[in-house]
């Protein structure tokens, strides 16, 4: 059975720094693109980054870029977000999704219904 399942999320002050990671079982870690989302309370859930399978590259959301990176481990079927200068607007629960049925596309990444599989979520709290 397919599973994601995120970790690292916490409390942190503006400008700190958090990595989250998410594990993956169930599946061969290497044929899926990895994504992360994120979702504040009120609001839409929201693509931050993308990992494309078979040195395809990485995409991010403007809002991040310079700030956060996206990575992967394939023989610790682990995705990771390093996640720098953090500010309150940052705060949401974070999300990591694989999708394994579209071509990479630097335009649609973040559509959510890409995405075949969903943790359950972390939670990240930046305060000021």
């Known amino acids: 059975q397919l599973q994601l399942m995120e970790s690292g999320g916490g409390s942190v002050q503006a400008g700190g720094s958090l990595r989250l990671s998410c594990t993956a079982s169930?599946?061969?870690?290497?044929?899926?693109?990895m994504a992360w989302f994120r979702q504040a309370p009120g609001k839409e859930r929201e693509g931050v980054a993308v990992?494309?399978?078979?040195?395809?590259?990485?995409r991010y959301a403007d809002s991040v870029k310079g700030r956060f990176t996206i990575s992967r481990d394939n023989a610790k079927n682990t995705l990771y977000l390093q996640m720098n200068s953090l500010r309150p607007e940052d705060t949401a629960v974070y999300y990591c999704?694989?999708?394994?049925?579209?071509?990479?596309?630097?335009?649609?990444?973040?559509?959510?219904?890409?995405?075949?599989?969903w943790g359950q979520g972390t939670q990240v709290t930046v305060s000021s």
């Open positions: 999704a694989a999708d394994f049925r579209h071509a990479p596309s630097g335009r649609r990444w973040n559509a959510t219904e890409r995405y075949d599989y």
């Open positions: 169930g599946y061969r870690f290497d044929s899926s693109h």
């Open positions: 990992i494309f399978t078979g040195g395809a590259g990485t």
